[in-house]
């Protein structure tokens, strides 16, 4: 700035030596003209260089806190706030904000070199430094009027665009239930809409920002031309030189410069301000339980490293609202009846806030009226609520009904904190994930043509879509298995971890899931008979209250209405089987012990 300030001056020292043909004194201004383009060059590439700086800084900053919030909160994230609009603060949001930083630094240089343009202005030439001192500050609050209605169009079309790409996420989502149903039409026909509001709100925006930017040049140019015409008055009456009216009318081009910035800064207020509130709204969020009551108490040893000397939790798991044990050690089946029901109970095994009414977002515990955050899961007699976050993810990870698969290679999906006593073949082997091997063999061999080496195409490098979608539902619920699997923590709580797979594959996985997990405690919410039968131990937790305790097939015998909700008997067969019961054969005894028998072997 202060080498774009100096260039009037020059400018004005060479046109009053030419005037007064003086050739010593045009050689030095031209000299100065020089230096000051070197030094303008320099300090441009510096400006540009801090300025992106600042940009990417604070961007970047923001998106770490964002993320981590969302480490924080898990799942309960999504029912305090709309999973769009986390993605939207996270990407246009954050950028708005990294621009207010960006114009910031610019503006504060800008501002000090236009004060100390004017002053000199008036001291070196008052009449004109008088009009100048008084037209620039008009100038930079001409727009202010015009931005308020520029970023209300903004934001509409923001949030137009933003149900537009939630209404594409779902649409793509659930396309192939949309094409089961027949109805891609009716959803290609809502996003049409949307599309077209997208483009009406957007034209509205651009020919509000149309009308500040012809503001923008026409005042200024205004400006200049009053000065122009004022000083040339001046300059005919005798009063200044020509050489003086140049320098004030090169002065006042140059303050155009600086005047962009306060423009931009404004704009950048505008913009920034409701995308900072938004994000601070995410980053207010808070877990609606305590993360650090109770923590274990952290030794620094003999040297001061701060580290955590405490023992790893472990232990029965038990939840206290609705009664439900796995012992340590052993393989746990969990049979609810009712999917939510059974999310429900894996999310608070895992220390997930749970809530027993629906969560608008707003509100962290409650003080009464029944729906209050239900009680905290017991892993070995402590709260897993009043341990560290990272402490209780580490002792029990919950593998939900829709995993998440993040595209990468399928070592890049493996690749997660782990104890190390499992690796990835392992893990791999015991969720029956051979099939999908050979697949991602034969896409690698494909995509590099032979060229992977004498040992062929390996498995492990080929690369995975995003959310798996080169994949089929079978396949991609088996890696996320084999995921959880290779992490291999104290407790494991699987959400029907095989419900896209086939029998025969079921079975295998069962099997191996059991053999992997010897020592260890695993919880499998189920109703499948294969995995319940290989089950330790099986609990039946209907309407959310434990009310059986035993194996698959004594439960089987002496529970109908868990035999029910296993093999998905109806009433009609119930009421058969109940009067086969009381006529049936001696030999079967009074309740029928040998049909049960028969059961348990058409379910297994």
């Excluded at 209300?152 to 537009?164: F, H, L, S, V």
């Excluded at 994949?471 to 996320?480: I, M, N, T």
Aim: hydrophobic fraction near 45%; glycine fraction near 12%; charge should be negative.
């Amino acid at each position: 700035m202060a080498a774009l300030v100096s260039f009037p001056l020059a400018i004005g020292f060479g046109v009053q030596a030419v005037v007064d043909r003086s050739g010593s004194r045009l050689a030095m201004a031209g000299a100065l003209m020089v230096g000051l383009t070197v030094l303008t060059a320099l300090g441009d590439a510096m400006l540009h260089r801090a300025a992106v700086t600042n940009w990417i800084t604070a961007a970047a900053r923001v998106q770490q806190l964002l993320s981590r919030k969302t480490v924080e909160l898990g799942s309960a994230l999504t029912r305090k706030v709309a999973a769009g609009e986390v993605v939207a603060v996270s990407t246009g949001d954050v950028e708005k904000i990294g621009w207010f930083v960006e114009a910031l630094s610019r503006f504060t240089a800008a501002a000090i070199t236009t004060v100390a343009v004017c002053v000199a202005l008036v001291l070196y030439q008052p009449a004109l430094g008088a009009v100048v001192a008084v037209g620039v500050p008009a100038l930079a609050l001409a727009v202010l009027p015009l931005l308020p209605r520029a970023a209300r169009r903004a934001d509409e079309q923001r949030d137009k665009a933003g149900r537009a790409t939630e209404l594409a996420s779902d649409t793509v989502a659930g396309l192939r239930v949309l094409r089961g149903i027949g109805g891609e039409e009716l959803f290609l026909g809502r996003y049409r809409n949307a599309s077209q509001e997208v483009r009406t709100a957007a034209v509205r925006s651009a020919r509000m920002w149309a009308l500040i930017a012809a503001v923008q040049v026409a005042l200024p140019g205004l400006l200049l031309i009053g000065v122009v015409w004022y000083g040339a008055s001046l300059a005919q009456k005798g009063r200044i030189d020509v050489g003086e009216l140049v320098t004030v009318y090169s002065a006042v081009t140059f303050l155009l410069f600086p005047l962009r910035h306060f423009e931009e800064i404004a704009m950048a207020y505008s913009f920034s301000r409701p995308s900072a509130r938004r994000a601070a709204r995410v980053l207010a969020l808070r877990r609606s339980s305590s993360d650090s009551a109770g923590a274990p108490p952290v030794d620094k040893g003999e040297h001061g490293e701060g580290q955590e000397t405490a023992a790893p939790l472990g232990g029965d798991l038990y939840d206290p609202t609705s009664g439900m044990l796995a012992p340590s050690g052993l393989l746990t089946a969990v049979v609810c009846g009712d999917p939510d029901a059974a999310g429900r109970l894996a999310d608070r095994l895992g220390g997930h806030p749970v809530h027993d009414g629906p969560d608008d977002g707003s509100h962290g515990d409650t003080d009464g009226g029944g729906h209050g955050r239900a009680a905290s899961a017991l892993l070995g007699g402590i709260a897993l609520d009043e341990v560290p976050l990272t402490a209780a993810r580490t002792a029990v990870l919950v593998q939900d009904k829709d995993p998440v698969l993040l595209s990468g290679t399928l070592t890049e999906l493996l690749d997660v904190p782990r104890s190390g006593e499992v690796s990835a073949e392992k893990a791999l082997d015991a969720a029956q994930c051979g099939d999908v091997l050979d697949a991602l063999a034969q896409a690698s061999a494909a995509d590099t043509h032979g060229a992977d080496g004498a040992d062929g195409p390996d498995p492990m490098r080929t690369r995975i879509t995003e959310r798996g979608r080169s994949l089929s539902g079978g396949q991609r619920q088996r890696l996320a298995l084999a995921r959880s699997l290779v992490t291999d923590p104290e407790v494991l709580v699987l959400d029907e971890p095989t419900s896209a797979v086939d029998s025969h594959t079921e079975a295998r996985i069962a099997d191996g899931v059991r053999r992997l997990r010897t020592g260890r405690t695993t919880i499998v919410f189920t109703s499948s008979p294969l995995l319940l039968d290989r089950a330790d131990r099986v609990v039946f937790v209907p309407d959310g209250e434990a009310v059986g305790v035993g194996t698959h097939r004594e439960l089987l015998g002496t529970d109908p209405v868990y035999r029910a909700v296993v093999t998905r008997e109806t009433d009609g067969e119930a009421a058969a089987r109940s009067a086969g019961r009381s006529t049936g054969p001696a030999g079967h005894g009074p309740k029928g012990i040998g049909r049960v028998g028969e059961e348990i072997e058409e379910s297994a």
